[in-house]
């Protein structure tokens, strides 16, 4: 069973943040936080990944809380190609625990 | 780079017809693994590879069967197709090196009737 509990979906305005949450109560010292995303029927694409700290890049930020059970996947400026199921992944190895997600939909 | 590439991209077989889909990656990339979605439903893990040479079961293993004699390819070759196997199935690759940033291929859809 995948080790995260996320939100089955969300709405967006384009052009606002979108916040993603996701809860891994149970998560290990060593075990790394992936978000990746889905568009329609696409394979899975790597957005971003997080340890303890807080991490950006050009896509999203990933906000981990302090103790490291839960963290929130940020779209700074949500567009309409931003619509698409999120997945928010918990692991140590290359072996990915994919839970069903969730499915963003950002409205114009 | 093409990345992660699948083939074919659909694929119809009957009940008992066995068949290979194929996976390659041009990143050098030593991880490869198979998994497959069904509707509404997240990716599981069939089978993956950390080397040449090197398989090993993930969650769905069952009427699958893989082998990895190359670095480039890992292909995935159904025994005996059932209704079941009906689904879309994604290889992904990645270094051996963590943390692991995961390429997917494009998925082939594969309907069994």
């Known amino acids: 069973d995948a080790k995260t509990t996320q939100p089955t979906s969300m709405d967006c305005a384009e052009g606002r943040a979108a916040n993603l949450p996701c809860n891994h109560s149970?998560?290990?010292?060593?075990?790394?936080v992936y978000w990746y995303r889905q568009i329609h029927s696409q394979g899975p694409q790597y957005i971003i990944h997080?340890?303890?700290n807080n991490e950006t890049n050009e896509m999203a930020s990933l906000i981990i809380t302090e103790d490291r059970k839960s963290s929130t996947l940020i779209l700074p400026h949500a567009t309409l190609r931003d619509t698409a199921v999120y997945y928010c992944i918990v692991s140590y190895g290359q072996n990915f625990v994919f839970g069903p997600g969730t499915r963003l939909s950002v409205l114009p | 780079n093409a990345g992660v590439t699948q083939t074919p991209k659909f694929q119809v077989l009957k009940t008992g017809q066995s068949m290979t889909l194929q996976c390659a990656q041009d990143?050098?990339?030593?991880?490869m693994s198979w998994y497959r979605q069904d509707p509404g439903m997240g990716l599981r893990l069939i089978h993956y590879s950390v080397g040449a040479g090197i398989t090993d079961q993930g969650e769905v293993p069952n009427g699958y069967n893989v082998s990895r004699s190359t670095t480039e390819d890992f292909p995935l070759r159904l025994l005996s197709a059932a209704p079941s196997q009906t689904s879309v199935y994604f290889c992904?690759?990645?270094?051996?090196?963590?943390?692991?940033?995961?390429?997917f291929g494009p998925g082939t859809r594969l309907t069994v009737t």
């Open positions: 149970t998560i290990s010292g060593n075990e790394y």
């Open positions: 997080g340890l303890k």
């Open positions: 990143m050098n990339h030593e991880y």
């Open positions: 992904a690759s990645s270094s051996n090196l963590g943390p692991y940033e995961q390429y």
